[in-house]
């Protein structure tokens, strides 16, 4: 069975640089798999910050932004803020119409 | 404006049905892929069901197949998950979701399943 893991938690001093990854349990991630990543705050769905490996939503600061390092999509935090504490989620498109989360991963701001 | 807003959430005892229903509004519903993607309390997300845009085929995990059911009313621009046989283990937020080119881009508030007796 797939499975999609992300580190489940994480953190960062405010101001600092952090990584999150996503990884695959069949192999390696690539823009095949469409990765995109969201942010979500308690009580509130999920927003989109970056889609498609690399591309930002409308709004979203450049402060977020998505690659692929080595076999795994990431997430990079440049300059991380206080706001910027919360869950964030990955998800693979794996064809057929079907997605795969990863667990999330709770980011604190310390 | 474009939003997409669920409802029928509720408490059931297991083995009930519930009918989640989503209402989309603001944008060519009919051009749409659709999503249910559910979160139970403190967890993750997980993927539910797809259906492609004109409600023909529909795709499930293997957690819910068998027990639910997706469709959609493009006359109404409604999308609806019909969940029978509920279990414990499906209680969670159930939300809709819009799909862009394979990546989940727009939801709705989300609606409560709780399953218990």
């Known amino acids: 069975q797939t499975v999609v893991s992300q580190e489940p938690s994480f953190s960062v001093s405010p101001g600092g640089t952090v990584t999150l990854t996503c990884g695959l349990s069949?192999?390696?991630?690539?823009?095949?798999?469409?990765p995109s990543w969201y942010q979500q705050t308690p009580g509130q769905p999920p927003r989109r910050l970056v889609y498609?490996?690399?591309t930002r939503s409308s709004g979203v600061p450049d402060r977020f932004s998505g690659s692929i390092l080595g076999n795994r999509a990431a997430l990079t935090i440049t300059g991380a803020q206080a706001e910027d504490e919360c869950d964030y989620h990955c998800?693979?498109?794996?064809?057929?119409?079907?997605?795969?989360f990863g667990g999330g991963t709770k980011l604190a701001i310390l | 404006e474009v939003q997409l807003v669920e409802s029928g959430g509720d408490l059931v005892q297991p083995g009930g049905s519930l009918r989640l229903s989503c209402a989309a509004s603001?944008?060519?519903?009919?051009?749409?892929?659709m999503h249910w993607v559910r979160q139970a309390p403190g967890q993750g997300l997980v993927w539910v069901s797809r259906?492609?845009?004109?409600?023909?085929?529909?795709t499930y995990a293997d957690s819910v197949k068998g027990r639910f059911t997706i469709s959609r009313d493009n006359t109404k621009n409604t999308l609806y998950l019909q969940m029978n046989s509920l279990r414990v283990e499906d209680t969670a937020v159930y939300y809709c979701?819009?799909?862009?080119?394979?990546?989940?881009?727009?939801w709705g508030q989300g609606t409560m399943v709780t399953v218990s007796s």
């Open positions: 979701v819009r799909d862009s080119r394979y990546v989940p881009d727009m």
């Open positions: 603001g944008f060519s519903f009919n051009m749409y892929w």
């Open positions: 259906i492609d845009s004109d409600g023909r085929s529909a």
């Open positions: 069949s192999g390696s991630v690539s823009t095949d798999y469409y």
């Open positions: 498609s490996t690399n």
């Open positions: 998800v693979l498109y794996l064809g057929s119409g079907i997605w795969m």
